[in-house]
């Protein structure tokens, strides 16, 4: 099993302002929770014990919310507000948080590499925090890459997923070959390529499995034209060393939410507030009602 995890969560989000002027983009509350929430706790569902978190500036309030407020548990105890004290039981998550600061912005594969001594010798999941894996984060997809990765000795495994063509240049996209056993070999990767220019259509989808040769590769790159360094060039160097990089899709009900922009963070946040066990199907007659009102009118 793999049991760190690296969660950058640096970006300065700037396609999301002004709401992300003084917040993280990763706090921003999808339904209920923050971002960054779901992030962890499908982590943790998935075995991970230590997170790492690659921060910036302006970015505490992460480092807040995962951390106990005694003087806000004292409140509720007082008041014998148990419903309450209970939406903060994520404090008592099985995980160790450590934070570790990406001091320019140099791209995700610098971000990276701010974890490679907290990684050490040992194998580590990169999650982004800006990603959340299936309505409320249920995926066991980082356990399956971590199993795979250790079934055939990768040194690399990258979740994947189909988009339309129109937007391949959003994503990192991989040409895959299939192999006899059954496993998606990745030949080559290509960051943000053209509709023209792509290999394919599977996307990579925000979660990573990684041997420490990936600070290798991080190390040996050059900034991009833009002084970034790519992590998908790391990858990219890893599958031109002949080493065994592989694909594992996302199941259907495990599809990747992006809050990198307002469209799709506004889809998020409505699909996860209509599945919200208390809210959602209060929710969703306001939306019909709402939606038929607007197309009568029209
Ligand atoms: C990053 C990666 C890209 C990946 C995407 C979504 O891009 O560089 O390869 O497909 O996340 O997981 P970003 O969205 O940070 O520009």
Avoid at 263 to 292: C, M, N
Wanted: hydrophobic share 40%.
């Amino acid at each position: 099993m793999i049991r760190s995890a690296i969660v950058p969560v640096a970006g300065h989000g700037t396609r999301l302002l002004p709401a992300t002027k003084s917040q993280p983009k990763e706090m921003l509350p999808v339904a209920r929770k923050p971002i960054v929430q779901y992030v962890v706790e499908e982590l943790v569902a998935n075995g991970i014990e230590q997170i790492l978190f690659v921060t910036g500036r302006n970015k505490s309030s992460i480092e807040n919310h995962f951390d106990t407020d005694p003087e806000l548990t004292r409140v509720l105890t007082e008041g014998n507000k148990k419903d309450l004290l209970a939406e903060l039981d994520f404090e008592d998550l099985e995980a160790h948080f450590f934070y570790t600061r990406q001091r320019f912005q140099k791209g995700l594969g610098d971000a990276v590499r701010c974890g490679e001594n907290f990684a050490g010798e040992q194998p580590v999941i990169v999650a982004l925090g800006d990603s959340i894996l299936g309505i409320n984060a249920q995926s066991k997809a980082v356990s399956r890459m971590a199993q795979l990765f250790e079934e055939k000795r990768a040194s690399c495994v990258v979740a994947v997923e189909e988009v339309p063509r129109e937007d391949v240049r959003h994503y990192g996209i991989v040409d895959v070959v299939p192999g006899p056993d059954g496993t998606l070999r990745i030949n080559r990767i290509v960051e943000k390529p053209s509709a023209e220019e792509a290999p394919s259509t599977l996307a990579v989808a925000g979660r990573y499995a990684f041997s420490p040769l990936i600070f290798d590769m991080i190390n040996r790159l050059k900034p991009d034209k833009r002084g970034e360094i790519q992590l998908t060039d790391a990858i990219q160097m890893l599958c031109e060393e002949g080493k065994r990089v592989l694909a594992l899709p996302l199941r259907e009900d495990e599809r990747r939410y992006d809050i990198g922009n307002f469209p799709s963070y506004f889809e998020t946040f409505v699909e996860f507030a209509l599945a919200d066990p208390q809210y959602g199907d209060g929710f969703r007659k306001w939306l019909e009602k709402t939606i038929g009102k607007k197309a009568a009118k029209a």
